[in-house]
């Protein structure tokens, strides 16, 4: 295979080197004419453009049939030498290679689109001799247009042969061809002398050379180097075409370099503009302005079509020769880091829309350039680089704004009222606006009894643009949600309501008037959220109920509410509850911290000063979202200017920033937070100590106070907030421990939470205090509920499978119990009884069927009396009297409060003992319930019927509890007193430490909270015992306590201690007040020489209990807190 490529390459070689010394036998005949280099001083010979074509002495009858076969190509592999070692493109024209080339395509039967494909192909030697053997064509003029159309991809030896086309043609190409300049060609040395010959040749041919109409016709992509090109021509006729050139340029549109920075307007642009009776005015009134070079700016509200009038302005003026470009004081902005580059962007594009270049320079939101450009170095903005230009006629501006910047930036730049001519352009009327709608929406897609009702809805809620382009925006969005669901129809009223809802934020019953609002349901959606502040409720009720009639002020913000009370009492859940019903989000609260504008200078922050937190202002995020719940917090820590801004709020709903941007604030609804007149008593919430009244007359008296009349003329309503009952507060607390329970690290584990009420009054303690009311609550559940039982988790501590969890309330944190309800019984079970009683479940459970009835029968027992009529109406008598205005100013609220809360508290308990009963409703009877769960749900039941008793009976759920020293007993005989004497004084005491660690314990065990008040010091020890039938229990406890300890006489000597119980008063008590109250209310209790119980150590234990009648041996157990269970 290589030998036989090595034999043909030998072949073509021995062939081409034939055909070579052929020709230079017919060139050395006939010798051409000298090559001359440009810079040879003898006369040149004849150019590219000067010379004519002569007659070839080869004709193409010399060609024999063997050279016929050859094709051009390969006549042009034999210039390849040649054509690299020529330094010039006039030399090739000496080579006999290329003069039979020439000749071999000047022949007629050489198709003349085989000519133009070799001028344009990639071959460069054949588009060399095709270019020159075109010129000798007869038909050669036909293909100009495509060939002219390659100049600007011709390298230089191609260009000369092409110049050489050119000179021939009968048609002007000059123009033609400059315009085609390329970046490379003023730096090319032989360039600038070819097109000089070139130009002297074509005007030697009678061509009047000017390129003025060229260059408008068709422009010039590269004008600068074209300008240089003319430059270095050294033609006679050059300097004609160089005041072509400048006459045009000072009319010509670098379209390219202001692309770069914004837009050039072209047709489509404008087509299918439309308009109004105002815009049709308002151009009848421009057009005149325009045609006088003089600069306008069209002043409208957003909406009535300031856009729709620059696109028909844009129309007209381009029938006048007018070129728009459109660049927004940002786009001149972009891309300017360093100091002078801006104004360097700016000079440039003034001096490329000149006035006499007929470029009408449009800026949108022309008053931001006041502002752009300016910084701490330089004071100068855009406005400012402008307003000479525009003042001297250099250029014509159409600016766009709305009346309110407008103002402003009169009053910064007054003169601006006369170089600018003001266009204004009003809304549409209803009349025009429902015929622009029925234009621009064919018959298909609106139907026309839909048009009416778009223009209302759109004038009611979409009032932050004006018409008609409100009504054209909710046709479009309707549109959209009719095509995004299939096959399109015609937009209904269904669909405009709907697009409103979504837009807005609104809910369907409150902006559709077919459909009415249940009053009751919407109190009910507050009230399960915004617990415990019925005046609230209310206030929110009957403004959404004004809302839905259409009966708000619509020319101010749909409510203006002042909320006044102590922290954590929902001011700010009332809020965000608002927000979720009104607009469909939590998120739609905007959320101000008026502590952070006490200085004038804050002023700036809330309007916007175009810093970094120019996005964070408040009337950008009204402008972002205008149907929004804004909650001015702490409203009373700002600065009365800033008090004074709010004023024009409350009064127009409209705020403008510091560039005379407008915020639309008729459609918020503005609620300011006080704790004005809740500092000046030191009562807090509900359950705080302290004893000075708290109501709306103090809260209106402090607001009077602080604010101006004019301010509080403007408010719509002053709700006051008051203190958290306990009932409350458990509702809230039980609200959060719910939310905890979706959480993923409880959703994804079988276990069922049982929250005891121990468990609950400790992070009620924990979770509201009187200075921060409810706020600590979610900090306390994550501290002492979900930090240790991650800990848990994380450690894997906890049993695997379904498990309870017992979460109960210790002395200083929370106590978690796993409880596995399907555990088999231990091997030292009871047997099973044949009855039960939950005193006996609760000590020795053996989880059997008679247990279970037990405990099904107390449950039932139970709930039939809080089911009962009875109970409800005594409830809702004492919610009755919450409701009264002056509640919270009366004394005896606290009782009312009381027994709200033990009844809340009782039915919380029995809500969890049937919650935990219902999860074995499912299991057969004879299994009863495992012991584990039937000692805890026995105990909830034990003490939720003695809370029944102690409720019924009137006995408080909070008592305080004392032990002191026996000084005499009329129940106890002379000789116990004797002993009592001669016993030494640290038994007696042991003795009164050991009863205090009783009830400590049983308290611990019972799961009711116990506060030590003060400590067992010499013969007093006192404590605070609060909790479920703690009452009814305890109380049988007052009375002596004896001890008998065995003497060597063989009888006993004895100690004794006296056991006080007193309830505790239902007013709140302040902490560091406590003891002494306590003391004072227990010394007030008569001395009660009753003996409650006996203890015995030795010789063998034993307890006689004097109330009871019983007697046990199990002195352990008694004093470990079981007392009150021993039968």
């Excluded at 390459?9 to 010394?21: G, K």
Aim: hydrophobic share 40%; glycine share 6%; net charge negative.
């Amino acid at each position: 295979m290589d030998q036989l490529l090595a034999l043909v390459f030998f072949a073509t070689s021995v062939l081409l080197a034939l055909l070579y010394a052929k020709e230079r036998k017919r060139r050395s005949e006939s010798p051409p004419v000298p090559a001359q280099l440009v810079s040879d001083p003898v006369e040149p010979v004849a150019s590219a453009a000067t010379s004519e074509p002569t007659s070839d002495p080869v004709t193409t009858d010399e060609f024999t049939d063997g050279d016929r076969a050859k094709t051009i190509e390969e006549i042009a592999a034999t210039l390849d030498e040649a054509y690299e070692r020529s330094g010039h493109p006039e030399s090739l024209l000496s080579e006999a290679g290329f003069e039979r080339g020439v000749a071999f395509l000047r022949d007629p039967a050489v198709p003349l689109e085989k000519l133009v494909h070799g001028i344009v192909g990639a071959n460069h030697l054949v588009a060399l001799m095709a270019a020159e053997a075109l010129m000798e064509r007869d038909e050669k003029e036909a293909p100009y247009a495509e060939i002219v159309a390659f100049v600007p991809m011709a390298n230089l030896w191609r260009l000369y042969y092409l110049l050489r086309y050119f000179g021939v043609l009968d048609q002007p190409v000059v123009a033609r061809v400059l315009l085609m300049t390329r970046e490379w060609w003023p730096e090319n040395p032989l360039l600038p002398k070819m097109l000089s010959d070139f130009v002297d040749a074509r005007v030697a041919r009678g061509e009047e050379v000017g390129m003025y109409d060229a260059l408008r016709t068709h422009g010039c992509e590269f004008p600068d180097e074209l300008e240089t090109l003319l430059a270095k021509l050294t033609s006679e006729h050059s300097e004609a075409l160089h005041e072509d050139f400048e006459r045009w340029r000072r009319g010509w549109v670098d379209t390219k370099y202001l692309s770069g920075v914004g837009r050039v307007w072209a047709e489509q642009d404008w087509q299918g503009a439309r308009g109004t009776a105002s815009i049709d005015g308002a151009l009848r009134a421009a057009l005149p302005a325009l045609r006088a070079n003089r600069s306008m700016i069209v002043v409208g509200e957003p909406g009535v079509g300031k856009t729709s009038f620059v696109r028909r302005l844009a129309a007209n003026a381009q029938e006048e020769g007018w070129t728009l470009f459109e660049a927004s004081a940002s786009d001149l902005l972009a891309g300017q880091t360093f100091i002078g580059q801006f104004e360097g962007r700016v000079r440039e594009i003034l001096a490329r829309v000149a006035v006499q270049k007929r470029v009408l320079f449009y800026i949108p939101a022309f008053h931001e350039s006041y502002f752009v450009g300016r910084h701490n170095q330089s004071p100068i903005g855009l406005l400012d680089l402008l307003q000479p230009s525009i003042e001297a006629g250099r250029v014509c501006v159409l600016g766009e704004t709305h009346p309110a910047a407008w103002d402003l930036l009169i009053q910064q730049k007054p003169r601006l009222r006369n170089l600018m001519h003001a266009i204004r352009i009003e809304p549409a009327s209803r009349t025009d606006t429902l015929a622009l709608a029925r234009e621009v929406f064919l018959a298909g897609e609106v139907e026309e009894a839909v048009l009416p009702e778009a223009l209302e809805l759109a004038c009611s809620y979409l009032t932050t643009t004006q018409r008609p382009g409100n009504v054209l925006d909710l046709l479009h969005q309707a549109c959209a949600y009719v095509r995004k669901d299939g096959p399109s129809r015609p937009v209904s009223r269904d669909d405009l309501l709907t697009s409103i809802s979504l837009s807005t934020g609104l809910p369907r019953t409150v902006i559709d008037e077919r459909v009415g609002l249940d009053i009751e349901e919407l109190r009910s959606f507050l009230t399960g959220r915004v617990l415990g502040q019925p005046e609230a409720v209310n206030c929110l009720v009957d403004r959404i109920a004004m809302l839905k009639a259409g009966l708000t002020d619509p020319d101010r913000p749909v409510g203006v509410f002042l909320f006044a009370g102590p922290t954590g009492t929902g001011k700010t859940e009332v809020a965000k509850t608002l927000a979720q019903y009104l607009f469909g989000s939590r998120d739609r609260l905007i959320r101000l911290d008026m502590s952070e504008y006490q200085d004038p200078s804050s002023l700036s922050k809330m309007l916007g000063d175009g810093g970094d937190g120019e996005e964070r202002s408040l009337v950008r995020q009204i402008r972002r979202q205008p149907f929004s719940v804004v909650l001015l917090d702490e409203f009373e820590k700002a600065h009365p200017r800033v008090w004074d801004l709010f004023l024009q709020v409350f009064d127009d709903g409209r705020l403008s920033d510091t560039r005379g941007n407008v915020a639309d604030f008729r459609h918020c609804i503005l609620i300011l937070t006080s704790n004005l007149g809740a500092t000046a008593h030191r009562e807090g919430l509900g359950f705080v100590r302290g004893a000075a009244a708290y109501g709306s007359s103090q809260v209106t008296r402090a607001i009077e106070t602080t604010f101006r009349p004019e301010f509080v003329n403007r408010i719509d309503r002053v709700v006051v907030f008051h203190p958290l009952p306990k009932t409350v507060m458990r509702d809230i607390l039980r609200k959060e421990l719910r939310a905890v329970l979706e959480r993923r690290g409880f959703r994804n584990r079988d276990w069922a939470v049982e929250w005891e009420e121990s468990a609950i009054d400790f992070l009620l303690a924990r979770g509201f205090t009187p200075d921060m009311g409810a706020r600590p609550l979610r900090r306390a559940i994550d501290e002492h509920v979900l930090a240790p039982l991650a800990r848990t988790i994380v450690e894997n501590r906890f049993p695997e499978g379904d498990q309870f969890l017992f979460v109960r309330g210790a002395a200083d944190h929370i106590e978690v119990e796993f409880v596995d309800p399907e555990s088999p019984p231990t091997a030292t079970a009871p047997t099973q009884r044949e009855s039960s009683s939950l005193a006996a479940i609760v000590t020795s459970p053996d989880g059997s069927a008679a247990e279970r009835s037990c405990l099904e029968s107390a449950v039932e027992e139970c709930f039939e009396q809080l089911a009962s009529d009875a109970w409800a109406e005594q409830k809702r008598t004492l919610l009755a009297e919450m409701d009264r205005e002056d509640f919270w100013d009366d004394t005896a609220r606290h009782d009312v409060l009381s027994e709200l809360e033990r009844r809340d508290s009782i039915e919380s308990a029995l809500g969890n003992a049937v919650s935990l009963m219902r999860r074995f409703e499912s299991r057969p009877r004879d299994l009863g319930v495992p012991a584990s769960i039937a000692t805890k749900l026995a105990l909830q039941l034990y003490m939720i019927r003695n809370a029944l008793d102690d409720l019924e009976a009137g006995r408080a759920a909070e008592l305080y509890l004392a032990i002191e020293t026996a000084i005499e007993s009329a129940s106890v005989t002379a000789n116990e007193l004797a002993s009592d004497g001669a016993v030494q004084s640290a038994e007696a005491r042991r003795f009164r430490e050991r009863l205090f660690e009783m009830y400590r314990a049983w308290a611990k065990r019972r799961h009711v909270r116990f506060e030590t008040l003060r400590a067992m010091d010499g013969d007093h020890a006192l404590a605070a015992i609060a909790g479920l039938g703690v009452h009814g229990i305890l109380g049988s406890e007052a009375g002596l306590h004896v001890f008998e300890l065995p003497n060597p006489r063989g009888g006993f000597d004895r100690v004794s201690a006296r056991v006080r119980i007193v309830a505790q008063p239902c007013r709140p008590v302040q902490p560091a007040e406590e003891p002494a109250l306590a003391a004072e209310l227990l010394s007030a209790v008569p001395t009660d020489t009753t003996i409650v119980r006996r203890y015995r150590a030795e010789p063998s234990p034993l307890v006689r209990d004097s109330a009871s009648g019983w007697r046990s041996g199990r002195l352990d157990r008694v004093f470990d807190g079981d007392f009150d269970l021993i039968e």
